[in-house]
């Protein structure tokens, strides 16, 4: 029988968001670590996302949150309304980690572990091969990946598809068919029906190859990022890079330099880059133009202004959010809000709060039509449009700037920005302290 203890060492008291889909792979991983709960005193939650693209959806959902409630494990879920990306796996993707990361702070979590097993690696690296990318891409992805407050992990990587669905067989573990697995207009789909059957005919460990391929690419890797790390260092100035000093560098080292750089914000999802990708940013990088920008996947940005290059997000495609606030939220602006014991702030990123004024629970989201804040040292309100105007805030940003509002819609804080009358001073009462970074 297949053990997660011989895939990964536990400790006891950890804690550990599992992205749960209800596919036989997820449940697998979720019964799993089920049946090691008390002997490592675990927390385990559950983060599930109903895509809302097929009518089982709901369905789904319902399912796993009476299954973890019978097995005493927390459950946590989001539906996705609406869909603004042409890419939807793409989009589906970054919703899902966004989700998981608020729960990871929520519950103060160390860790992530989703279902990703061996026939995920061998249609991820395959699929690289084809597409094109740096030596570390082609190594498709890593079974332990330190993140910045918490450590993603994928514990099923050495077992197979097949494997993970015997096990639930064997051990009686229920779980739901995503028909969309069977569709052939989704390239991961025909890898996996076409090609990853003829691989295993050869070999019915072919997996295990895939797998030793990838940590010795990993290996490589290690050694070849410490010289890229030196590289960087003589070419990036003030958070950018200076284009006269990169076309010094061997041009090996110039793609290791802006693979490097595309990481920040593409992180373990390479697959959105192309060879091409790289091509077009040197072609920039040469050429003779002052200034010239390239939108590239996933709403990222590179900008060539004479001598410098940067890359950034572009904020102004983000759609409208809201989100329930508790401890912490990590934001689409790329800035976050917490809820801190103690400061000695008093500036436009502070925001403190007696909650017997409000309407708990707070909400930070985007702003809405005919927003108004009664402004602190103000007399009456002003239209949230005005403050952003008076502030001289883009018009991009101001459509993805967080607002803080009570439940019943009172604006409360506009962070870095400007605070209503129901922030308080340190000599008035107050028991919430907020704090924009």
Request: include cysteine; proline fraction near 2%.
């Amino acid at each position: 029988m297949l053990q997660i203890e011989n895939c990964f060492d536990f400790h006891k008291n950890d804690s550990i968001v599992i992205g749960c889909s209800s596919g036989p792979d997820s449940m697998a991983l979720l019964d799993m670590l089920i049946k090691i709960k008390e002997k490592y005193e675990l927390t385990l939650i559950v983060a599930h996302v109903n895509h809302n693209i097929r009518v089982e959806s709901k369905e789904e959902e319902e399912f796993l949150r009476d299954y973890c409630q019978k097995h005493f494990v927390i459950f946590e879920s989001m539906v996705i309304e609406e869909y603004g990306d042409d890419n939807f796996h793409n989009e589906a993707r970054n919703i899902r980690y966004h989700f998981f990361e608020n729960l990871i702070y929520k519950y103060q979590a160390n860790y992530l572990m989703t279902a990703h097993h061996g026939d995920d690696l061998m249609e991820t690296v395959l699929m690289r091969i084809v597409r094109g990318s740096n030596l570390k891409g082609y190594s498709g992805f890593r079974k332990i990946v330190p993140m910045n407050d918490y450590i993603m992990v994928r514990p099923l990587i050495s077992f197979t598809k097949t494997e993970l669905v015997e096990y639930d067989h064997e051990n009686e573990v229920p779980y739901y068919i995503d028909s969309s697995n069977d569709k052939d207009k989704y390239t991961r789909n025909r890898y996996r029906k076409k090609i990853l059957p003829f691989l295993k005919s050869e070999d019915k460990d072919v997996h295990l190859k895939f797998l030793q391929y990838s940590n010795c690419i990993e290996s490589a890797c290690k050694f070849i990022d410490k010289e890229r790390d030196k590289a960087i260092k003589r070419v990036i100035h003030n958070n950018s890079l200076i284009i006269s000093s990169f076309l010094l560098e061997d041009e090996y080292m110039q793609r290791e330099i802006l693979y490097s750089l595309l990481e920040d914000f593409y992180q373990d999802d390479l697959i959105l880059l192309r060879n091409k990708h790289i091509e077009i940013l040197l072609k920039l990088l040469y050429s003779k133009r002052a200034n010239a920008f390239i939108n590239l996947p996933n709403d990222v940005i590179a900008h060539k202004s004479y001598d410098s290059f940067t890359l950034s997000r572009d904020t102004e495609v983000i759609t409208g959010y809201e989100i329930e606030f508790d401890q912490y939220a990590m934001l689409p602006n790329q800035h976050s809000i917490e809820k801190i014991n103690d400061c000695a702030d008093n500036s436009n990123f502070i925001c403190r709060i007696n909650s017997e004024e409000v309407e708990l629970p707070l909400i930070i989201r985007t702003r809405k039509m005919g927003d108004r804040m009664k402004v602190k040292g103000l007399n009456g309100s002003k239209k949230v449009k005005d403050i952003f105007i008076d502030k001289k805030v883009s018009i991009s940003s101001r459509d993805s700037w967080p607002i803080l509002v009570d439940s019943s819609g009172k604006v409360l804080w506009i962070p870095g920005i400007k605070k209503s009358i129901f922030d308080k001073k340190k000599s008035e009462s107050y028991d919430i302290i907020l704090k924009y970074i």
